[in-house]
């Protein structure tokens, strides 16, 4: 309750969902608060910690994970909005203990420092290596009629939704470029 | 964030009830469709919505085919599906190289069409809940205009407003005539583009002419066959993943080095997606060179009313005509 002079908005109570929510294969019932992002049901509910709190604005790209196999931004997806998806993180990328191809290729190649982004990264490399190959054009392909070919230029202008800090940039193209072609 | 209910829309009649039931009881119901701006402006505390009506389960996620060779695009259709659509790429050129100068892949994934036409017109000082905005609190006054104003609008901006439409798919929709499908309390009814999105005048609170409860389902695309020659060019400040500073999307009929129709819209510049008549009007007829598209693009913006620190955006957005227009005519 605010008392006279403090003038900070008074919340109603919280409005939650019980929903089913399928991650990495695994399906687990869960409370959510309809205000709660996936990026936050995903780290502080379910202990996947992968996909990282950059911005939380859509701008940087740390919380990519692929909802029905489509690369999203976590932090702008409503949790109550994904229980019908199948959500993919990067903790469901390696099968069988061993590393997906990408994720081998981003230690090959040296792909990162810190590595807070390298998880969104991830993700969203994966996915949109499956988008070249499905002919989707982007903002530097010469011909949009045409399809596009994984080249330097292509992997930088489709990846440009994932920021890091650390410029790692060279060699994440080079991984990537290793990957897709 | 204010809490919020959440309802998930099964039909179209139903989604219409809830949102203009929402609205009428001061919850102040808004549709939900990617989330990528909506979600944002709710953490930024700059909208604060009682319920969220989700319409992406609705059954407006297809590209149809009309008769006469254009396209009906449902309301519901990704950012990236449109871009990808083999006729899209085939008819509208510029649509799809506009669909995918925005954003980020991942931002084009969740994005809908419909939400891309609905995406607020803004500015800095709308997001910033600590500023004044007529646009967010009407009447507050607009720090714009004497402040941080060099990317916002050159034409048809207000005193009150000076923000600009931030969407690169509008601008071709504007140039094509696009007419947005819409369901209402009344029944449906359609808007042709430009005249979906508002100027702002004294209202710059509304940035289009949607009424409560109104639900954008489809944005039908004319037949214009020598559309299949066009093409949509950005200037940014950064080479990828920012607004237009300025961007143009435009179509060439030629005939024997003339001029015989054409369609030409900018982005970046104004309060909407801005369909340049007097440019279109003055080329009609003339010859194909750098001249007569020069004369044109300078008609068009002699209406311009610049602000000190976006004046250059005058000059700038009339070189970007020109040199598009050119690449038209260069194009094999």
């Avoid at chain 1, 590393?99 to 991830?122: I, K, N, S, W």
């Avoid at chain 2, 500015?123 to 500023?131: A, I, R, T």
Wanted: charged share 20%.
């Amino acid at each position: 309750m605010n008392g006279e002079g403090n003038s900070g908005p008074v919340f109603a109570d919280p409005i939650t969902a019980d929903i089913l929510l399928s991650v990495n294969g695994d399906e687990r019932p869960i409370t959510v608060d309809t205000r709660e992002t996936l990026l936050d049901t995903l780290r502080e509910h379910l202990d996947l910690i992968g996909a990282k709190k950059g911005c939380d604005h859509g701008q940087c790209g740390a919380c990519t994970v692929l909802v029905d196999g489509r690369r999203v931004k976590s932090c702008l997806t409503l949790t109550v909005t994904v229980d019908d998806r199948e959500i993919t993180t990067v903790e469901g990328l390696a099968a069988d203990g061993s590393l997906h191809p990408m994720q081998a290729a981003f230690v090959e190649r040296d792909a990162f420092q810190c590595g807070y982004c390298t998880p969104g990264q991830l993700c969203s490399a994966v996915a949109m290596v499956r988008e070249v190959a499905d002919g989707w054009p982007s903002a530097v392909t010469a011909d949009v009629s045409g399809p596009a070919v994984l080249d330097d230029d292509e992997i930088r202008e489709r990846m440009s939704g994932n920021l890091c800090r650390c410029g790692a940039y060279v060699n994440i193209v080079a991984a990537i470029k290793q990957v897709g072609s | 964030m204010r809490p919020f209910a959440y309802e998930r829309a099964t039909d179209v009649r139903s989604a219409v009830a809830a949102c203009a039931a929402g609205t009428a009881d001061g919850a102040g119901a808004v549709y939900l469709g990617g989330g990528t701006n909506l979600v944002d402006l709710m953490r930024l505390g700059v909208v604060s919505p009682g319920v969220l009506v989700d319409v992406t389960r609705l059954p407006f996620d297809g590209i149809e085919e009309t008769a006469g060779g254009g396209l009906l695009i449902g309301a519901g259709v990704r950012n990236s599906d449109l871009a990808a659509h083999p006729l899209v790429r085939r008819r509208y050129p510029m649509l799809a190289q506009a669909v995918v100068a925005g954003a980020s892949g991942q931002i084009r994934n969740m994005a809908t069409v419909g939400g891309n036409l609905l995406q607020r017109t803004r500015c800095s000082y709308f997001q910033d809940v600590s500023k004044p905005c007529n646009k967010r609190v009407p009447g507050s006054g607009c720090p714009a205009r004497r402040g941080d104003h060099r990317n916002l609008a050159v034409i048809g901006q207000s005193e009150a407003c000076v923000a600009t439409h931030p969407s690169d798919m509008a601008v071709p929709l504007a140039a094509l005539g696009a007419v947005v499908h819409i369901e209402g309390l009344g029944g449906p009814r359609q808007v042709p583009m430009p005249g979906f999105h508002r100027l702002p005048g004294d209202a710059p609170e509304r940035d289009t002419v949607l009424e409560p409860g109104d639900l954008v389902t489809a944005v039908e695309v004319p037949p214009l066959p020598f559309a299949a020659r066009s093409r949509y060019r950005k200037v940014r400040d950064r080479a990828s993943f920012a607004f237009a500073v300025v961007s143009v999307a435009a179509a060439l009929d030629l005939e024997d080095g003339m001029v015989r129709d054409c369609r030409i819209a900018l982005g970046g510049v104004a309060h909407i997606p801005w369909r340049a008549e007097r440019a279109e009007s003055a080329l009609r007829g003339s010859p194909a060179t750098e001249a007569a598209f020069a004369q044109a693009a300078a008609e068009e913006l002699a209406m311009a009313t610049p602000l000190p620190h976006n004046a250059f955006k005058v000059p700038l957005a009339r070189n970007v005509v020109v040199r598009t227009l050119l690449d038209l005519v260069e194009a094999p």
